[in-house]
């Protein structure tokens, strides 16, 4: 008889959108035992939009055991930006990949061993005992893991239980979300304006529109979508408490489910889209039949490894998403994670060594987001409303939607 085999390392891994994924994948490929737990019964494939793809992604979708056989998305040349009423104020060349969240998130799910999801399952409590972290779930269950992993977004159970003091701050806007599908929109539209990344400053925000994959995750002309992105200041209590109550008076916390948005807002939005975007931007807004409401939040954290826990993605920084990057950092959260305890030692050694290389790069992602969205926040018509801010819409152009990474410049300015 041989020596049995040494027990395989436990992963207990809450939260299963793109963040859980990345790392579930990472660990079960790594030979660890990991069991991914998602509060949300369904499927969340439906849930999300439009994202930018960028090239660092590739690696990260490698690790998590994706090969990708289709195109990255749609590329496009660079970005426009046009003034409320349609005139062009400046464009930048800048070659990416656009698509949407689920064209990411459907190939990850599918590589993950489905008995080890587990839909319908909400964390609630960890304590420790003699072995490691326990993990309590709302319908009475516990488990015991060598690490638990917060990857339950940007109101995180975990984070919460593991650092109290760290709350999402509102950033003084909200985004209005919308999906039109490429063939609801007008001809001329779909021949001048669907292929561009277009900037457009109405007063008191910013409006971003691309074309993204469409629903059943096809880029091919004709099933692709045009996704927007409607950036608006709204000042916090009243104002915002508006917007987040729905038809039969109840006001919800943080964000409000789509399908509870009420119908005076959604034609208050059409209309004053009419009143300050160009009209093809003011047609696209029209079009779309089932906007998203998200209020902006940063969250920043002080630590993300605790005592045989982790945060990662939204749960450990959310930065305001003008960056564009909430799914790569997401992702490279992971991969950091997952390098750092494939290289050995002990849980507590790989841990201190995750929060080493990554709390740094979740600053700079708040950072570079806030220093973008500020003359939104303070309620300016443009980035160089106030020019104490230093923006203008050329660093705009040039700066969104790319890693800050990307170059040292960009972090410099920002
Ligand atoms: C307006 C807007 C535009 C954006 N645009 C982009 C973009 O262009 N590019 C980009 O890369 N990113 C973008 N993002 C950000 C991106 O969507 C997020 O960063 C990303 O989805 C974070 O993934 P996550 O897995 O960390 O968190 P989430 O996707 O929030 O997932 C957390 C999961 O945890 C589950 N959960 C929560 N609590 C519990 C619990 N107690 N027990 C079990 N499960 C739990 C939730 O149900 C959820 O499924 C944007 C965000 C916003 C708001």
Known sequence: MGTPAPARRKAIIVGGSV?????????????????????????LASRGAGIARHAEMEPIMAAAGVTETGPLG????????????GKQLGQFAFPQYLT?????????????????????????????DGNGPVAYFADG???????????????????????????????????WRGLVPETALPAAFRAEGFGQYCFCFPPGGQFIGYPVAGAD????????????????????????????????GRTHDYSIPPPLIRPDLVDRLRRDAAADLPAPLAQVVALAEHPMLQPIYDVESERIAFNGVALIGDAAFVARPHAGIGVLK?????????????????????????????????????????????????????????????????????????????????????
């Open 19 to 43: 963040a859980g994924l990345f790392v579930g994948n990472m660990l079960h490929r790594a030979g660890w035992d990991v069991a991914i737990y998602e509060r949300v019964p369904d499927d």
């Open 74 to 85: 749609i590329q496009v040349d660079g970005r426009i930006a046009v003034d409320r009423h």
């Open 100 to 128: 949407s969240w689920s064209y990411v998130y459907n190939p990850l799910k599918a590589a993950f061993p489905g008995g080890r999801y587990e839909g319908g399952r909400e964390l609630v409590a960890i304590r420790h």
């Open 141 to 175: 269950g516990a488990e015991v893991a060598d690490l638990v992993v917060g990857a339950d977004g940007f109101r995180s159970r975990v984070r919460h239980l593991m650092a109290p003091a760290v709350v999402p701050r509102y950033a003084g806007y909200v985004a």
């Open 217 to 248: 995750d096809s880029v091919a002309p004709g099933h692709r979508r045009y996704n927007f992105l409607w950036y608006r200041h709204v000042g916090d209590g009243a104002p915002l408490a508006d917007l987040l109550t729905d038809a039969s």
């Open 330 to 414: 997401a992702g490279e959260d992971a991969w950091a994670l997952a390098r750092s305890l494939a290289a050995g030692g002990s849980i507590a050694d790989a841990l201190a060594r995750f929060e080493a290389e990554r709390l740094p790069a979740g600053k700079d992602a708040v950072r570079l987001g806030r220093r973008l969205g500020a003359f939104i926040e303070r309620g300016h018509d443009t980035p160089q409303s106030d020019p104490a801010l230093g923006l203008t819409t050329e660093f705009i152009l040039r700066v969104s939607a790319r890693p800050p990474s990307h170059s040292p410049e960009l972090l410099a300015l920002a």
